[in-house]
């Protein structure tokens, strides 16, 4: 067998693993948008078959039509939005005062927010339940904010801290002779420059807090208060055997998610390359 023919080969082996790897990620996202156009009578039909027969839009319907599915979907997007808008704010902020100022204990905060990340979220549970309840935070969307945007700023204040100190100090050094401070150089230095890194924050961010669940299941008890995770799962329960229904309603949901990601996958790769590589 010849260098070049045996080159060809591994090429071609290379690309049907990851052909195959690529189909089995993605066969279950096909087979739920395949099911939630079926009927219910061939909703658990033959899995293989991913076009159905006969494709309608009334699970469609009823998910739509279904009482306070629409408020469920508003909660879940006033949260999220919020939460993101926060998270994004503040996380920038504290990445810059650890990459670009000096202040006493810098480093010793740091590390308490490195060591941070490695606590499991599932053990916060109940002390962060116990601290909602004296801040009378309990069953209301607003509460779910703080608890959003404090778990979720260590992860991307390390992931931003790292992407500004790639950014040359030069440039401050250029504005301070100008008269910038330090609130300047942030606002018109350091964000714009950052662009990659601030949507690869909002992407994760936005995700995080819409499709969070635990949290929310546990301090919201008001029908009104519920937000899209928790209607979907009910849902689930209401209509066990009724999985285009379920599925409808979960596609429905991850329509925001997927804008989102579109409207700032530009700077996710990049953001993702760049980030959180040195410190």
Known sequence: MTRAWRKTVLYGLRYLLLGLAAFVMVYPFLFMVSTSFKSRSLALGDPTSLWPSDPTLENYIQVLGTENFARYFLNSAGVAVVSTALIVLLSSMMA????????????????????????????????????????????????????YVGTALAFNTFLLSGFFQQIPRELDEAMMID???????????????????????????????????????TVLNDVDNRTLPIAIALFQGQHSTSWGLVFAASLIAIVPVLIVYILFQRNFVAGLTTGALKH
């Open 179 to 217: 008269g910038a401070g330090p609130w300047r150089r942030f606002w018109d230095l350091i964000m714009p420059l950052s662009k990659p890194a601030v949507g690869t924050v909002i992407i994760f961010s936005f995700l995080g807090t819409w499709d969070e669940f635990a949290w929310a299941l």
């Open 96 to 147: 810059y005062a650890f990459a670009r100022l000096e202040f006493r204990g810098k480093r010793t905060l740091f590390t308490l927010i490195i060591v941070g990340l490695t606590i499991p979220t599932m053990m916060l549970i109940i002390p962060q339940f116990l601290l909602a309840r004296d801040l009378h935070l309990l069953n209301s969307l607003p509460g779910l904010v703080p608890f």
